[in-house]
């Protein structure tokens, strides 16, 4: 990257944090109110009880958000300041060096296991089945479908025998100390 002119690397940069902050407003905000209409229909159509009671509900999601957005914010500064890239899979806004430290020491997805924090404590927030099991599931599902397909065979092309060893010693998405 010494190699790239400065006005190149400074329009990376700017790509890099509109990225963050569009993909952020996105799944923190676009994604959660939709599901939050959404999940507030069926419940009401389906006559679903709260999950747990006030306040109690509103105690475990707090645990749960904090400790989701603590992951994700976490990979997403990793992944930035040493991955010189973004979670958006742009090739403008892709990392350029293999990121296995921080989070990443403990999880090759630790972004996806934040979000999935996230998203339960969203379902406990708001008292909603919908969200915890069904938009929870989903996501979960539809995100390691693209792990799998695409962002480890992208990796594996971009950074070789690295990557294949790094996935070998390091869990896919629950945090677990690096096998030796």
């Known amino acids: 990257m010494d190699n790239i002119p400065q006005n190149c690397k400074d329009a990376r940069k700017y790509k890099r944090i509109l ?3 569009l993909s952020g407003l996105l799944v923190i905000i676009i994604l959660p ?18 999950i747990l009671l006030f306040p ?33 899979p742009l090739k403008s806004t892709q990392t350029m060096v293999l990121v296995i430290k921080g989070p990443y020491k403990y999880s090759r997805n630790p972004m996806v296991f934040g ?8 379902g406990f927030l708001l008292n909603s ?7 929870t599931s ?8 693209f792990i ?6 992208n990796l594996e092309q971009r950074f070789g025998d690295s990557y294949r060893e790094y996935k070998k010693r390091v869990s896919m998405i629950i945090p677990l100390p690096m096998k030796k």
């Open 56 to 88: 109690l509900n509103l105690v475990i999601a707090i645990i749960i958000l904090l400790f989701g957005f603590f992951w994700a914010g976490w990979s997403n500064i990793e992944l930035y300041r040493t991955g010189k890239g973004t979670p958006v």
């Open 115 to 122: 979000y999935i924090l996230i998203w339960i404590g969203l």
């Open 138 to 145: 989903l996501i979960l599902v539809l995100l390691i479908i």
């Open 33 to 50: 109110l939709i599901s939050f209409f959404v999940a507030q229909y069926f419940k009401s159509y389906l006559n679903l009880p709260d």
């Open 19 to 21: 990225a963050l902050i």
């Open 129 to 135: 089945y919908i969200i915890l099991v069904g938009f």
């Open 148 to 153: 799998k397909l695409w962002e480890e065979k």
